[in-house]
C-alpha cells in the first residue's frame, strides 16, 4: 500500500504538472479557462488517469509515455461531470457550487465541450510520443468510448423520465457510464505502454468489471456515507432519481404505498423523506443486495487482473488501487 | 452553374444515405437516436460536407474517400448547432423547435455530445479507406477546430455578458465559430484526396475567407431576409445580443439614447424596437459597412483559389459555390 500511495503522488504530481502547462498558453479567459482551471483545480483523487499511468507501467512501459493519454482521461471524465451536472440539476460538485450555479448555463455548457475537445486535443501529442500506429489506436478507444458515454447518459435520462427500469438496464448504464472509461483508462495505458492486444484487452475486462464494482459502491455511499467526505449532499441520487441499482431493485419489491414514499423524494429534497426512503431501502434488502453485487465485480475483475501477465509490483499497486477504490469506508 | 448543382445534389445524396445506414444500426432511443435523427432529417444546405467532397475532387481525389469525413464534418456542425441554441436560448432551428426546447435541456445536452463524440467515431472509418496516416492528419485538424470553436463560442457568451467588444474581437469570433470549420472542411476534403500541404493549406486559408464572408452575409440576412427563408426570426440576432459586425460598428457610433433603443431588443422579441434598431443600424452605415467587409474577404478567397493548382471543371465549381454561399439573396 505504500508503494501505491507513492506511485499515486508521482502520478497525480505528473498530471496535474502537464496541465497547468498546457493551461498556461491558452490565453486567460473568463468565461472559458478560468471556470476549466476551476473544475480541474478542485482535486478529486484522479483515480482514471492514475489508472492508465499505472496500467502502462503494469505491462513493463515508462509512466511518461502514458501522460498525455492520462490527461486526455483525467479532461474527458471531467467534461462529462460538468454536462451531467447540467442535465441532472445538480447543485454541488466536490463541496462547491457545480459549474452552470456558479457560471451559468451558456458558460458551463460551453466549459464542458471544450473539455471534451482539449481531451482530442491532448491525445494529439501521442503522435510524437509513441508514434501514429499507437497514438490511433488511443484515439480510436476514446472515441468509441465518447458515443458509448452519450447512450448511458440517454439511459440515465430516460429512467428519470419514467421512474421504469430493470437491474439488467442499470447494468448496462453502469458498463455505459462508469466501468467502460475504467476499461479504456487501463486499455490506453497499455497501449501506450507497448502490450500486446491480449493484455491489453484483459486489463480492460478487469476494469470494467472493477469500474461497475466501484461505480456501485459509490452509489451505496451517497446513502451511507457523510456529506463532507462525499462532496454530495446524503441522498441527492434519490432526490434526482438516479438510476441505481438499489433504488431499482427496491421498487421491483416494495408495495404502492412505499413507492409513493420515494417518490417523494424525486425534485424534493427533504431530509425526512430521504431518511424514510432509506429505511424502505433496507426493509427490502436493496442496500445489501447492491453491495453483494460490488463485491462479485470486485471478485471477478481481480481474478481476471491476477491472470494477465505483467510486473508483479505494479499488479499489487493495481490490486491495492482496485480495493481502496471500492473498499474505501466499507 | 448546372455543373455545380448536380455534383452537389450528388454528394448530398451520398452523405444523407451514409448517415441513415449508420443511424440503422444503432438501438432507436426516443433521448439519443430520436432527437439526433430530428435534428439531421431537417435538411439544410449540407455546405461544409459539400465543400469537403469538393475539395476532395479539386485535389484529384474520389469523393467517396472524403464520405466519412464529410459525415463527421456535418456531424460536428450539427452538434455545435445543438448547443449554441442552448447557450443562446433560441427557439426555432430550421423552422421547428430548437432540440432543448422539443426534448428537454437534458436529453438536448447529451445529443449535442453524441454528435460530437459520433463525429469522432465516424473518422475511425477513415482508417481503413485512406490508411493511418492520412486518417490521424484529419482527425488532428477536427480536434484543434473543436477547441478554437468553444474558445470563439466564450469569447460570444462575453459579448452577450458585457455589450462591449472591438471590430477586431468580433473579426475572431467569426474565425473561430464560423470561418475555421470552411476552412477545415475545406482541407480535410484535400488530405482525403491525397493533395500536397501546400495545396492542403492553400485551400484552407482561400475557405477561411470565403467563410468569414458567409457569415457577415448570414448576418447581413438575418436583418434584411425574411423569416421563411431564413428559418429564423428576423433580428433575431439583436435580441439574442449576438457579436456581429454591424451592432459591433454600430455601438461604436451611436450615442446613448440610440443605444439604449438598441438594447430594449435584449431578451425582448418587440418586433418594433428591431425595426427601430435596424433603423439606427442603417443611419450610421452600420449594414453597407458589414457588406463591403464581405465583398472584400469573398474576393480576397476568390482570389488564393484562383491561385490554388486543381482540376479546372472542380475549381469553377468551387467558385460558384462560393458565389452561391455568400451572394444568396444580395
Known sequence: ??????????????????????????????????????????????????????????????????????????LFHNFSLVHDDIEDGSRLRRGQPTLHIKYGLPVAVNAGDALFAL?????????????????????????????????????????????RMSVEDVIEILHKKTARLFAVSAKCGAIAGGAPDDITSKLGNAWEHIGIAFQIRDDVLNLKGSEEEYGKRIGEDIYEGKPTLIIV??????????RREIMKCLGNYDKEAIENAIRIFEKHHSIEYAEKCAEKYLQEGLKILNKTEGNEEMRQNMIALAEFFVERMK
Open 249 to 258: 431493485h427496491c421498487l421491483a419489491r416494495c408495495n404502492a404505498s412505499e
Open 119 to 163: 481531451c482530442f486535443d491532448v491525445l494529439c501529442e501521442n503522435e510524437r510520443l509513441l508514434g501514429v500506429e499507437r497514438a490511433w489506436r488511443i484515439f480510436r478507444e476514446i472515441a468509441a468510448l465518447s458515443v458509448t458515454l452519450a447512450e448511458g447518459q440517454a439511459l440515465d435520462i430516460l429512467f428519470k423520465q419514467t421512474m
Open 1 to 74: 500500500m505504500e508503494d501505491l500511495s507513492d506511485n499515486l503522488r508521482r502520478y497525480v504530481e505528473m498530471i496535474e504538472r502537464a496541465w497547468w502547462e498546457r493551461l498556461k498558453s491558452r490565453e486567460p479567459s473568463p468565461t472559458l479557462y478560468e471556470p476549466i482551471k476551476d473544475i480541474l483545480g478542485r482535486g478529486g483523487k484522479r483515480l482514471r488517469p492514475c489508472l492508465c499511468m499505472l496500467s502502462c507501467e503494469f505491462v513493463g512501459g515508462d509512466a511518461a509515455d502514458a501522460l498525455p493519454t492520462a490527461l486526455g482521461i483525467e
